[in-house]
């Protein structure tokens, strides 16, 4: 008789800690890294054709295929540039939901609607059926913003201040793909709109004019932490501002065609 060998505790120890920090992320960057995954997933072995998550406005008028505007965000390509895209939307992501946002997931929840309808908005004119790296833009972008004087590493080893660190991104995939990167700078000015709509202006006694919409509020389960009409002292306060960190890793990007 052959007996089985038994099941590798290794890897079940492995597969383990895996879920165990997959499930300690965030809600917002759990669910970016988890939907980007297997969309990308799911076109990249070719189980659904990639055209069928762009967006595409005559099906979206004609037929209602309202999912391609929010699983045009979620698609990126399966290669290197694919996993580059990935570890950049996760590494901002998650310092932004646990620094600037920490203990405010509605709040990061509606800067990140927000920038997608604006980029939706935006992307009617010139016809961008694929806004993946506009939302990574969009992160980079805020995450920029809070630490500008941040000097980061980028292609090759070159550093510089973190606030240049979107154009060179754009410049990256202006090079790459071989054209105007509309989707990357359709995130960058939704980024630029959300930040100085809901922190320059109120910071300088202005209104705070796109507040949190109490329904996302009560989506998460959370409650407006101050008067929409007031600054977002958590953004604004520059008596706490953000520690800063030595830069680290490679920062750049690379446009992305699905097919």
């Given at each position: ?16 800690q895996i879920?165990?920090?997959f499930?300690?992320l ?8 988890e939907a980007?995954?297997?969309l ?6 070719h ?14 008028m004609?037929?209602f295929?309202?999912?391609r505007?929010v699983t045009n965000?979620l698609?990126t390509?399966l290669?290197?540039g694919?996993v ?17 946002y920490?203990?405010r ?5 509606w800067?990140?609607?927000f920038?997608?309808i ?9 016809s ?21 004087d ?8 070159i550093?510089?201040p973190a606030?240049?660190?979107?154009y ?5 995939d ?15 000015m ?12 109120p ?10 919409p ?13 008067d929409?009409?007031?600054p977002?002292?958590r953004m ?7 520690p800063?960190r030595p830069?680290g890793?490679?920062?750049w ?7």
């Amino acid at each position: 008789m052959v007996r089985q060998a038994p099941p590798s505790r290794g890897m079940s120890s492995d597969g383990a800690q895996i879920a165990r920090w997959f499930s300690a992320l965030p809600v917002c960057t759990r669910f970016l890294i988890e939907a980007t995954g297997v969309l990308t997933l799911v076109c990249g072995l070719h189980l659904l054709p990639g055209h069928y998550m762009a967006l595409y406005w005559q099906p979206v008028m004609r037929q209602f295929q309202l999912w391609r505007i929010v699983t045009n965000f979620l698609v990126t390509g399966l290669t290197i540039g694919g996993v580059i895209h990935m570890v950049l939307l996760y590494r901002h992501s998650l310092a932004l939901e646990k620094e600037e946002y920490g203990g405010r997931t509605a709040d990061y929840a509606w800067f990140i609607m927000f920038c997608m309808i604006l980029m939706t908005c935006l992307s009617w004119f010139t016809s961008t059926p694929v806004l993946s790296d506009g939302l990574l833009l969009s992160l980079v972008t805020l995450w920029s913003l809070h630490r500008a004087d941040q000097i980061v590493n980028f292609f090759l080893g070159i550093q510089f201040p973190a606030r240049y660190l979107p154009y060179a991104m754009m410049t990256m995939d202006f090079l790459f793909i071989g054209g105007f990167p509309y989707a990357a700078f359709y995130g960058w000015m939704s980024a630029q709109a959300y930040y100085y709509l809901s922190v320059d202006l109120p910071s300088q006694g202005g209104l705070n004019y796109i507040p949190t919409p109490q329904l996302v509020y009560r989506v998460f389960g959370q409650v407006r932490r101050n008067d929409p009409r007031a600054p977002n002292a958590r953004m604004a306060s520059t008596s706490n501002p953000i520690p800063q960190r030595p830069g680290g890793g490679n920062f750049w990007g690379q446009g992305r065609r699905l097919g």
